[in-house]
């Protein structure tokens, strides 16, 4: 009797420690140390988006990068002499911004040395990126330390845009991200440009025998062609293509009305379309009337992704710089 008692006792310290080990992020960590942190941030964005309001997508992108590898620990901006850190991996070839957020560590350590990280960071820009872009806006929980450990193998963490819909669930369901958070985060990609190397395979070379008729026959026929008119041949390097057309600057619903006519632009959109649930999902918001209820659904998962094992405490450290560690 008295050994099941302590038994009960050890389950419910290890039930509250994992809590209170979930619960470290929080709302106000910076109140004290740093209270400006969140105008600091802000003034360095406005001014960038001011000038060039692409970067917001590349500065979301690359918080979901950091926190898909090894949580979200600011290992994406560890810079290596040797070329093996997760920004030399392929998917992040493709991120833009990194000298962006070094300028806005310096703003933030020239008002509170040694004292936010640049994961913290990395949460707050792509908040304020979508935003400034007419997209919700959601109260950043924090208190992420940074990793000293970026390794480029590592990336394979990271959905491919050939992914079908049980890749994408697997990959997300390890930073404990649902389906739901799966149909929800992918309209992410209501901002921002794609590279025609990253869907050109769908065009010109879908399995792999590299003629004309080798298509992607989920992607809608005069889409293709559209695409085909702006990525010329499988090797383009080069062109970038909006992957909103025509408010690829603005976060909105029309994400959901593209990939609901079969236009969305990597394989891994189109896979929503192959399960019943976020097909729904997809279905209901291509009618463009639950914006409210998107924008909610957006700044809830992104809550969820920033949550994705934070290093938190004593753990890690504060960078003085996010591409390098402390000497
Ligand atoms: C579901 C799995 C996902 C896949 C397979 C995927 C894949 C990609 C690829 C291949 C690109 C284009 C890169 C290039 O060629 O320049 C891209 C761009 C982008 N992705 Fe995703 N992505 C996924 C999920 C997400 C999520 C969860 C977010 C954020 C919440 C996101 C935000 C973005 C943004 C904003 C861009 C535009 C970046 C720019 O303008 O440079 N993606 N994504």
């Not at 389950?11 to 140390?33: G, I, N, P």
């Not at 399960?275 to 914006?291: E, I, L, N, S």
């Not at 209820?293 to 920033?306: C, T």
């Amino acid at each position: 009797m008295a050994s099941r008692a302590a038994t009960m006792v050890a389950l419910l310290l290890a039930a509250v420690a994992a809590t209170c080990a979930r619960a470290q992020l929080h709302d106000k960590f910076y109140s004290e140390s740093c209270p400006s942190v969140e105008d600091v941030v802000r003034k360095e964005m406005v001014r960038a988006l001011s000038l060039a309001p692409s970067l917001a997508g590349p500065l979301l992108r690359m918080h979901f990068h950091d926190c898909f590898v090894r949580g979200c620990d600011g290992s994406v901006l560890l810079d290596s002499a040797n070329k093996t850190a997760e920004k030399d991996a392929q998917p992040n070839q493709t991120l833009r911004g990194f000298g962006f957020v070094e300028r806005v560590k310096a703003a933030v350590e020239k008002a509170c040395p040694d004292t936010v990280s640049c994961a913290d960071i990395l949460a707050l820009i792509a908040r304020d990126g979508v935003w400034l872009s007419k997209g919700p806006f959601w109260t950043v929980p924090l208190g992420r330390r940074d990793g000293s450990v970026s390794i480029s193998n590592e990336t394979d963490a990271l959905p491919p845009p050939t992914s079908n819909f049980t890749v994408l669930t697997q990959l997300f369901a390890a930073v404990n991200l649902d389906a739901k958070d799966l149909v929800v985060l992918s309209a992410g990609h209501t901002i921002g440009t794609s590279h025609c190397f990253s869907f050109s395979d769908r065009l010109y070379n879908f399995t792999g025998m590299e003629n004309p008729s080798d298509i992607d026959p989920t992607l809608e026929p005069q889409y293709m062609m559209r695409l085909k008119s702006k990525c010329a041949s499988l090797n383009d390097n080069t062109t970038l293509v909006e992957m909103d057309p025509g408010s690829f600057k603005t976060f909105d619903t029309d994400y959901f009305k593209l990939v609901s006519k079969r236009r969305g632009l990597f394989h891994s959109d189109g896979a929503l379309l192959t399960d019943p649930f976020t097909r729904a999902y997809v279905q209901r918001h291509a009618t463009g009337t639950f914006k409210d209820e998107f924008f909610a659904d957006f700044a809830a998962s992104m809550i969820k992704m920033g949550n994705a094992n934070p290093l938190t405490g004593s753990q890690g450290k504060i960078r003085k710089k996010c591409s390098v560690v402390n000497h």
